[in-house]
């Protein structure tokens, strides 16, 4: 079992920057990804990180924008955001995968998830 808490979470207008972290209980899995869901919308993949090689992958919208990092020392995740847009605001939440069977960005990929940190973006 896994247990993930992130943090860093908040309201920040467009343009601005926020850093997520997600603190992990071990770092085991073999991937670890970012996810969100906006109200009324389908939860959706944004990066994710191969915790062997340190491979990233990004969903289209967050390319240039956003950074997945890891700290395996700290055993903390973490997701850079810049940039930020008011189609960026929703909850996120952190996952872990012991293996990746549908795809790094893929939610049914995960088998643990933290409890989410909200991001709000005014305009």
């Known amino acids: 079992q896994v247990q993930l808490v992130e943090s860093g979470g908040g309201s920040v207008q467009a343009g601005g920057s926020l850093r997520l972290s997600c603190a992990l209980s071990?770092?085991?899995?073999?991937?670890m990804g970012w996810f969100r869901q906006a109200p009324g919308k389908e939860r959706e993949g944004v990066a994710a990180?191969?915790?062997?090689?340190?491979?990233?992958y990004y969903t289209d919208s967050v390319k240039g924008r956003f950074t997945i990092s890891q700290d395996k020392s700290k055993n903390t995740l973490y997701l850079q955001m810049n940039n930020l847009k008011p189609e960026d605001a929703a909850t996120y939440y952190c996952a872990a995968a012991r293996k990746i069977i549908f795809g790094s960005l893929n939610e049914r990929s995960y088998n643990y998830w933290g409890q989410g940190t909200q991001v709000a973006i005014s305009s």
């Open positions: 071990t770092y085991r899995s073999a991937c």
């Open positions: 990180i191969s915790t062997g090689g340190g491979t990233t």
